[in-house]
């Protein structure tokens, strides 16, 4: 009995630990930054440029561009919390091939990218991608689809709260932290205390914009129950397609061309979609 109290507290001083210190919430469960550029546009055939950018506060941000035919969308790609740029490249190829022009950014701390990431920190910095693709590169925001996968996604629906887009794409995205926590450590009252971390719920409801939220259908990591939970709670113009024989990371495998021509034409028909404000 007695060990049984020791492991009690044990627990509870480490959740109260974790809930007075955010940041070492996020070094330990969420960002998983890499800096070496494992891969190069140039090994995908993709024909980049090389951009560096600031954030408001100062911090220097790494991104790749590849440019599509004037007045063509342009995915703005807000990538998960592990590696980095260089290993999204194949994702990047894909929308190529189907004419899509992309904007490939890394967060603070990830890659090239100085700092430290944190909730606030990846949100501003999705926000100065998006400002450099407008008063640098000269889009219109009916130019600019946001897309997100996995964490990338909330980051996706807060920028997309902020800016004006042509439609939201969000790939394995679940609701928030609490509800993560929620399935991994069913025993631990996590919902309770991080359901305001990355909350993509309260981001997603007032949005008008045309929503397209895909899942695999056999993602362990994010359940596809909390990608569907997500989507039942956003407002419409939405879509919601589940991805057979897909888990988290390789929806565009699994996909294939065929997804990617898919993302295409929910791109290319958004502006049909959209409800009056």
């Known amino acids: 009995m007695l060990n049984v109290l020791i492991v009690f507290l044990a627990v509870m001083a480490f959740l109260t630990l974790l809930t007075m210190h955010e940041g070492l919430v996020e070094r330990m469960f969420i960002f998983f930054p890499t800096s070496r550029l494992d891969y190069l546009p140039s090994q995908y055939g993709l024909n980049c440029q090389e951009i560096f950018f600031t954030t408001p506060t100062g911090l220097r941000l790494h991104a790749w561009y590849a440019e599509a035919a004037p007045k063509a969308p342009v995915i703005l790609y807000c990538h998960g919390n592990g590696g980095n740029i260089s290993h999204r490249l194949g994702i990047m190829a894909a929308f190529r091939k189907v004419g899509l022009g992309v904007f490939l950014f890394d967060y603070r701390g990830y890659g090239l ?123 419409e113009p939405k879509i919601f397609y589940q991805l057979a024989g897909a888990g988290h990371n390789n929806l565009d495998v699994v996909g294939g061309d065929a997804y990617f021509l898919f993302l295409k034409r929910f791109i290319e028909t958004a502006p049909e979609k959209r409800v009056a404000k």
């Open 113 to 235: 990218s100085q700092g430290v990431p944190s909730e606030n920190g990846v949100y501003e910095d999705a926000w100065a991608a998006y400002r450099y693709l407008v008063t640098e590169i000269g889009l219109s925001p009916q130019q600019i689809a946001i897309a997100g996968h996995s964490l990338g996604g909330v980051i996706a629906v807060d920028l997309a709260s902020r800016e004006p887009c042509r439609a939201l794409i969000l790939e394995s995205t679940f609701t928030n932290v609490g509800d993560m926590g929620r399935y991994y450590f069913a025993w631990l009252p996590t919902r309770r205390l991080w359901r305001d971390k990355f909350n993509a719920v309260r981001r997603i409801q007032p949005l008008k914009v045309p929503k397209l939220l895909v899942h695999g259908e056999c993602d362990r990591i994010v359940p596809c129950y909390l990608g569907k939970k997500l989507f039942d709670l956003a407002p």
